[in-house]
């Protein structure tokens, strides 16, 4: 058999989790294909449909191409744009691989549990009509709105020059008539057309994942959902990374938001699209996260957040006009931030203590907020104690060498039974990977069924074991029987990776037991939050000592 002389190298795909070794002979697209990432190539991979559509992060590619000439202006190709069908890697490549370019829309978990609460919503809608100018009124449009509308109501308190350059000639189109958004306050947010739903977007700036939320300050129902993948992950897959990266200068700090940014206007316009609306009907922004991705949004200094003694910039609550960075709506659309609890403890989780009610518990009551950055909080004697521990992204299906995010194909569930394993993939379509509860209940079930030990070694009741570096690992989907036509792997690695995570939550837990003076048999209930939640096999994470 004739050997390469090609050196290989390895090829990183963000934000979908994907790592694959290839030749310098492998262009981009073939080496997505390998490592299972369903980038589109509709002309088969001769560049001249354009739908592969890449960004080098880092490393060095050959040579741009007339066909990346064709569909990228010189400004995007100084940016790192190519088509993957056209790049071959001259070294390790890091590669951003836009949604627009995957052939699959990623299934982001938004699901969870809800509560009845209050509505009061910091936006409301009033309808008013106006009797227009004519040669015996000359008041201006704002006055004549402030006086008539003032007339059975509280006085308005202000308008930004963004909602009075919309106002005139929304007035004159709609027929003096309209409905007016006022915040808490009373400052004018914007106006719409009389029967149109004020609109709040809610969003979880997670590590890894964001969710967005669409809620009518109406009725108080959530009327549309979506998620993407958080795009700073090309700049680094955990939090210290991107500190490191912001780091380096104001610039490096904007692009990190402004990626964010983005990606919120992109969901919100879906979002307000599914239900007919428009953006201008959003009036109101909430926003979490933890410490440092609400640092990174807002465009706050992260350095102090990775040296000790690891203190935030602001720990309060924030608010202020959505326009400052970017974000689409009414015109006085507002972002509120809740407060941070700590460096590395932020608003996601405050926001999760809110929901939750851990803060009123009565008992003891442990709460995990399990993902990238996880974090925890324990409820006793009327007291929270809260901590946040680096998991890293292996629940995410990332370091896992058949891992991959949520997309149909991927094994989310395993058990064994008479000797073979059991599957189930999101569709149901031919397994190609593994996402994070998957690689969850397969170490579970590799432990509960004594094919690997209590050390996380493989033993000599693994099924269908082979050699491989570092351990060793078995064969949990044949190549016959795989998507992809070759053989899903579960190595010693990923066992190790999965060991990892649960140890360093574990060790979250420990250190708030010793902190209150508790036992673990004293904890009464148990709340896991976060989309990784959503999906946890309970069984597997007591199973694996979580």
Request: hydrophobic share 40%.
């Amino acid at each position: 058999m004739a050997v390469s002389s090609q050196p290989s190298y390895l090829i990183d795909f963000q934000p979908v989790g994907k790592r694959v070794s290839v030749s310098g002979e492998t262009n981009l697209l073939a080496a997505a294909q390998e490592a299972g990432v369903a980038i589109s190539a509709v002309c088969g991979g001769v560049g001249v449909c354009g739908d592969c559509k890449i960004r080098l992060i880092s490393g060095q590619a050959s040579h741009v191409t007339d066909s990346d000439r064709k569909f990228f202006s010189e400004a995007e190709r100084a940016e790192g744009w190519r088509l993957a069908c056209q790049t071959f890697p001259l070294s390790d490549l890091k590669i951003d691989v836009p949604p627009e370019s995957l052939t699959t829309s990623q299934r982001l978990q938004t699901e969870g549990l809800s509560k009845e609460i209050e509505l009061d919503p910091p936006v409301k809608a009033f309808d008013f009509e106006l009797p227009p100018p004519d040669l015996e009124d000359l008041r201006s449009d704002w006055e004549r709105f402030i006086e008539e509308f003032e007339e059975d109501r509280q006085q308005l308190k202000f308008a930004s020059i963004p909602v009075l350059a919309q106002f005139s000639s929304r007035l004159r189109e709609q027929n003096w008539k309209g409905r007016v958004l006022i915040a808490e306050g009373q400052d004018v947010v914007g106006f719409l057309q009389l029967g149109q739903t004020c609109y709040g977007l809610a969003v979880d700036i997670g590590t890894t994942k964001m969710a967005a939320f669409l809620v009518s300050l109406t009725s108080g129902e959530t009327v549309g959902r979506t998620a993407e993948m958080n795009p700073q992950i090309a700049y680094g897959e955990d939090v210290v990374s991107r500190i490191a990266y912001a780091n380096q200068g104001a610039s490096y700090r904007q692009t990190l938001r402004d990626r964010v940014v983005a990606v919120i206007n992109q969901m919100a316009l879906e979002l307000c699209q599914s239900v007919g609306a428009d953006l201008e009907q959003i009036a109101d922004f909430v926003v979490v996260g933890n410490t440092a991705m609400h640092h990174l949004f807002t465009g706050l200094v992260v350095r102090q957040l990775g040296e000790a003694p690891y203190v935030p910039a602001v720990r309060g609550a924030l608010h202020f006009p959505a326009r400052e960075i970017g974000l689409k709506g009414a015109p006085g659309a507002a972002v509120y931030l809740p407060p941070n609890i700590a460096g590395y403890v932020g608003a996601d989780h405050t926001a999760m203590l809110l929901a939750s009610g851990l803060n009123g518990t009565d008992g003891i009551a442990l709460a995990l907020d399990i993902g990238t950055n996880t974090e925890i909080s324990l409820a006793k004697c009327g007291k929270l104690v809260s901590c946040s521990c680096a998991s890293g992204p292996a629940f995410e299906g990332a370091h896992i060498h058949a891992g991959m995010r949520a997309v149909p194909g991927a094994i989310e569930r395993a058990d064994f039974y008479a000797g073979d394993w059991l599957l189930s993939t999101i569709d149901d379509a031919l397994p190609v990977g593994i996402c994070g509860s998957g690689i969850l209940d397969i170490v579970a079930t590799l432990l509960k069924s004594g094919q690997i030990d209590t050390a996380g070694r493989l033993t000599e009741s693994a099924v269908r074991s082979i050699e491989y570096p570092q351990g060793g690992a078995i064969v949990l989907v044949p190549a016959e029987k795989s998507g992809t036509g070759k053989d899903i792997l579960v190595t010693r690695s990923d066992v190790r990776e999965i060991q990892l995570a649960k140890a360093a939550i574990r060790a979250g837990v420990e250190a708030l037991l010793r902190a209150t003076d508790t036992r673990a048999e004293e904890i009464e209930r148990f709340i896991v939050a976060g989309a990784f939640g959503t999906y946890l096999q309970v069984d597997s994470a007591v199973q694996i000592g979580m």
